[in-house]
């Protein structure tokens, strides 16, 4: 097996704009596993917000090049338990792991879908993000949008914007990645007309003495983003949070999402995929899981302007599954 990796820098469709601040473009950490002429690929993106350094990320890869090189050809969640002898950072784990369910699939000449006997007959529509910005210009962006679900993103709270938001009948949810306070949030959860949101995330920043005060039975569907990393704190979280997002750079990648999603439900939390500003490789890795899930959230590769691979897609919210073996992932 053979190891590659590459960084490579997207240039952003418009200026994304969160409470964490405004971005033009972004690097992703692409790798590859290649064995017998098929290559599987994945991808991890620079958050800065999450810490991630690609470069840090180089030094690992070059550290332990040669153990993953002299691996053998195993089942993927075996692969998997392999690479955890690593002590990885989850963002880098998720590439590894989902470059090698798609070589592994390339190989057996079967699809993700195949090999978990994954039924993707119906499969949620995924939301279109709307980034921070006065809500006459949110508004006019959704108006003009060909998609039919839509995440605005704010970096405060705005009663007099939210009350905008819920007069337009379109399918909306609100992002306020932690922007928040304990006091919005009563306000919000206790507010009836606030269960018009498909759901609002992540509201304030992530803190058990912050999430805490939330009511998983009042009127806001909560769902949790950066408080909810891994299945570790899925009981925690169940008294504050109905829903959680699940992104395979959190927990890991798809093997541990797998055994999350399983979890989850047996908590009956909603679940949704989620992704970070990726370009095709990550989203069709992120998109096998949407038949699991109530919600999806994969327009990464929809905002920048430079993909550089095919698979899976999205197009105006309808996720299109590719069924070629592996992830279906070809580099253009």
Request: hydrophobic share 40%; glycine share 4%.
């Amino acid at each position: 097996m053979v190891l590659a990796w590459q960084i490579v820098r997207f240039q952003l469709k418009e200026t994304f704009a969160i409470a964490y601040g405004n971005y033009t473009h972004r690097e992703a950490l692409v790798v590859s596993l290649e064995k017998n002429g098929s290559k599987g690929y994945g991808e991890c993106t620079a958050i800065d917000y999450y810490n991630i350094s690609l470069t840090d990320f180089e030094v690992i890869l070059t550290k332990i090049k040669s153990k993953i090189e002299s691996q053998n050809i195993l089942y993927p969640t075996d692969f998997y338990d392999f690479l955890l002898q690593f002590d990885l950072p989850s963002f880098l784990r998720s590439a590894l792991d989902c470059a090698y369910w798609d070589l592994f699939g390339k190989i057996e000449k079967k699809s993700f879908l195949q090999l978990n006997a994954i039924d993707y007959a119906k499969l949620p529509d995924s939301s279109i993000t709307i980034s921070v910005d006065i809500v006459e210009s949110q508004i006019k962006k959704i108006q003009k949008s060909n998609w039919s679900k839509f995440k605005v993103k704010c970096n405060h709270f705005d009663e007099k914007a939210i009350t905008r938001l819920l007069e337009l009948e379109v399918t909306l949810a609100l992002d306020s990645n932690g922007s928040f306070t304990k006091e919005h949030c009563l306000w919000l959860e206790n507010n009836e007309a606030i269960s018009k949101f498909s759901y609002i995330e992540q509201p304030m920043k992530p803190d058990a003495t912050n999430y805490e005060i939330l009511h998983a039975t009042k009127f806001a569907n909560w769902m949790a983003d950066e408080d909810c990393q891994d299945s570790s704190v899925l009981n925690d979280l169940q008294h504050h949070y109905r829903s959680i997002n699940i992104k395979l750079v959190k927990c890991g990648g798809l093997t541990p999402a797998l055994a999350m999603i399983s979890a989850a439900k047996a908590l009956n939390y909603k679940i949704m995929i989620g992704c970070m500003t990726e370009s095709s490789i990550g989203i069709s890795a992120a998109a096998v899981l949407a038949p699991y899930c109530d919600y999806a959230d994969l327009d990464g590769a929809n905002l920048i302007a430079n993909d550089i691979a095919k698979g899976s897609e999205i197009v105006f919210g309808k996720i299109c599954l590719s069924e070629k073996p592996g992830l279906g992932i070809q580099l253009n």
